[in-house]
Structure formats: C-alpha cells, structure tokens
C-alpha cells in the first residue's frame, strides 16, 4: 500500500509486508514520469534504507514532489538484489491517492483535505505555465466530492515589522518556503561591510505544539539589491498560520534586525493580485490545521 506525507512538499510512502520478503537482499526501484514531458528518472532504494513501520511492515519513500506534480505517476517494484522482480509494479500518484481516500472514507475531513490538497495542485498546475493542465489534479472530482472543499477563507497580515524589516515572499513551486527579507545590514561604517559572518536564527511553534528552531548563515542569505533575504524552510502545510520569528545577528552576536511574519500574512498581502494558487493554498493549509489539530 502507500500513504503520503503533507510537510512542505509532497511525500509518498510505500508500505512493504515483512511476510512477503525473505531476508534483505532486496531494493524497490521508483521509476518517475513527469507531466511536463520531462525525462523518467529511475532510483533505487535499498533494503538498508527502508524504515521499520510497525511489527510487520517495511516503507520507502518518495520525497520532493511539488504541488503542481500532483498528477506525476510512480511505478515502483521490488527486486532481490540480482535483478529478479519480487513484486508487480505499482502504480501511484499523489491524485490517485488523494481519489482512493475520497472514495473510501466516510470523515468529513479527510475528504475536505483531500479535495482542498486537489485543488491546491490544479492551481499550482495553472499558475506555473511550465506545466502540463491536461490533466488537472481535480479534474474527477465529482459534484459531490467538491462540495466537500473548504468554502471561504479571509487571512489575516499578523505580522510584525521589527527592525529592519522589508518584507517577504513565498516560494510554492517545489516547496513551501517563507523568505523574510531585511534591509540595512550593512553600513560602511562597519569594519567588514558584508553578511558573510551574520547567522539568523529562526524560531516557530509548529501546528503540534513543538518548538522549532534553525540557524541560517550569512553566507546563504538571498541577496536582492540592497535587501538580504532568510530563508524559512521545513514549515508544513499546516504551519501556515503559524507566527515565524526571525533574528539576525552580527559576527559579534549583536542583533541587527527581527521580524515575526507567516505564511497566511503574505497570502493576506497578496490577496488584491487574484492568483487562485493563494487562495487555494490558504483553504489547504486551513483544513490541514483541522485535520491534523
């Protein structure tokens, strides 16, 4: 069987029973094929890297696929190391998935995340031309189904400005990340006029309570003009009304610049453009907070 994982991007699992397997001289191979027409791309995972999952079960996943990649297939089968097929191909999708739940299950939220997750993909498919539409995310659901999507969201800009701050943007192409730019991190004054040995720290709660905390270095900071920008990367899907603080310090551990923003304050911001993927990704991350809350 399989299973997904919502984080700030898309991975699938693929579950294994311990029963059907001898020993470990076994790997699953994931063939992809992308709807942009790209290339396949082939991996291999071997046994040494395959997860306990309960008693009787082993897992392997697929990480990194992006909103927009809902409809990519994987064929994944599992071969003993001498090139003999242990299993029938498998044949999966984020949509296929998403479909297999609507279609099974009887909770109500369940099948709002699932149809919200559908149309955040179809949006992500329309937004990023580079694309294929052909074949939407949410091109089956029927009437029913999408009666179930999350009706009305109004975000809420809950940020605060601090020192220094410019404001941020919103990275949704291959994953969800929150850059939080700043300004005047330099002066000529400064011995060494440059961020190179300045360090961020960024903290949040996430949406079960636990306190995060990353450290990003100078030297990554994102330059654009005369602005630097820190790159908030790990948040969930779920995550996205939680408030980002971020901290940038000097060589000397000085504090030159803060700010607290999120994910659904740059979507309010963003709100007078239009973009449907805005709106969709808002009504995702709402009925994430319900399902996983």
Not at 58 to 68: E, Q
Request: glycine share 6%; net charge negative.
């Amino acid at each position: 069987g399989a299973n997904i994982l919502l984080s700030d991007s898309l991975k699938m699992y693929f579950y294994v029973n311990n029963a059907d397997l001898e020993g470990e001289d076994y790997y699953a191979e994931i063939r992809r094929t992308f709807a942009d027409g790209t290339a396949d791309e082939v991996i291999k995972i071997p046994y040494s890297q395959w997860e306990v999952a309960g008693s009787s079960m082993h897992r392997f996943g697929y990480a990194g696929l992006a909103a927009k990649e809902m409809t990519d297939e994987l064929y994944v089968t599992i071969y003993s190391t001498d090139g003999t097929a242990a299993s029938q191909e498998w044949e999966d999708s984020i949509k296929a998935y998403a479909m297999r739940q609507l279609n099974s299950s009887d909770d109500a939220r369940t099948k709002t995340l699932m149809v919200d997750l559908l149309n955040y993909g179809a949006a992500a498919q329309d937004y990023f031309d580079d694309y294929s539409i052909n074949d939407l995310a949410n091109a089956d659901l029927t009437a029913e189904q999408k009666a179930y999507a999350t009706q009305t969201v109004t975000p809420v800009d809950n940020r605060e400005k601090g020192i220094n701050y410019a404001g941020s943007t919103l990275s949704l192409k291959s994953s969800i990340v929150l850059t939080m730019y700043f300004q005047n991190l330099t002066s000529e004054l400064m011995a060494d006029p440059t961020v190179d040995d300045m360090y961020a720290i960024v903290t949040y709660t996430d949406h079960y309570g636990n306190k995060e905390e990353l450290r990003v270095e100078g030297e990554s900071f994102k330059a654009n003009g005369n602005l630097h920008g820190v790159n908030v990367t790990g948040l969930a899907v779920a995550d996205g009304k939680q408030l980002v603080t971020c901290v940038v310090y000097d060589a000397d551990g000085n504090e030159v610049a803060r700010a607290v923003d999120s994910v659904e304050s740059y979507i309010a911001r963003m709100t007078n453009d239009a973009e449907p993927v805005y709106e969709m990704i808002m009504k995702f991350i709402t009925s994430a907070i319900a399902y996983f809350g």
